[in-house]
């Protein structure tokens, strides 16, 4: 049963994805899982998802791909691959399952890219949370650069203009083009990310693109 689970999702990318190919350690990898009848079933419903939301209107496809990856339960990266802080791929994260909010933010970022959204409109965020201790991460969707931006964080269900959601605190935004600074939840001034020794957006871009991962 599994493996015409794989040959449907296989077949299927020959349709409809351009963005998750699946290699040969891809298909070992979900083949060995104990889980690879959900994997798959997620992977086909990630496809059919896509296809689906291609011409619907902006809110309904941010909120239905918010919706899509949310159910991914949650997990911290010290747990799920004993290290601080680790980026995964859209498809990394689909095989996988569960991560913790970098993974949905990135998820949802190139898929909604993949459906039609111009990557200057979609920018990750790295805002404090009220009461938590932590950075997060969450896309926000801008209509235009003086416009105030729609969330999609896997926090939250609900799709909500930036200003509503009182309990964020954005400390700054980016994409693969530029990144800035904002006032009053508003793109404001532009500015270099330093990212530290290591540029863990490059690297990610960089497996996506290069290395198909």
Not at 23 to 31: R, S
Not at 95 to 124: H, M, Q, S, V, W
Request: glycine share 2%; proline share 3%; hydrophobic share 40%.
């Amino acid at each position: 049963m599994q493996q015409i689970f794989l040959l449907i999702f296989l077949s299927a990318t020959l349709l409809y994805s351009k963005s998750i190919t699946l290699n040969n350690n891809d298909l070992q990898l979900i083949k060995s899982s104990p889980n690879e009848k959900a994997i798959t079933i997620r992977l086909i419903k990630y496809l059919e998802l896509k296809k689906k939301i291609k011409e619907f209107r902006i809110l309904k496809k941010l909120s239905h791909v918010n919706s899509f990856y949310n159910k991914i339960l949650p997990i911290n990266d010290e747990t799920k691959y004993h290290v601080d802080d680790h980026w995964s791929t859209p498809k990394e994260f689909l095989i996988n399952g569960r991560g913790d909010c970098e993974d949905y933010a990135i998820a949802k970022y190139f898929t909604l890219i993949e459906t039609g959204i111009p990557k200057e409109k979609l920018f990750l965020s790295v805002v404090k949370v009220k009461s938590a201790t932590n950075y997060h991460m969450i896309l926000l969707y801008f209509e235009n650069k003086k416009s105030m931006p729609l969330v999609l964080d896997n926090l939250s269900f609900r799709v909500l203009p930036f200003d509503i959601r009182k309990d964020l605190d954005p400390q700054f935004i980016f994409n693969e083009k530029v990144a800035y600074l904002l006032k009053n939840k508003k793109i404001d001034k532009k500015v270099r990310i330093k990212w530290g020794k290591v540029d863990k957006w490059q690297l990610l871009l960089d497996r996506v693109y290069k290395n198909n991962e």
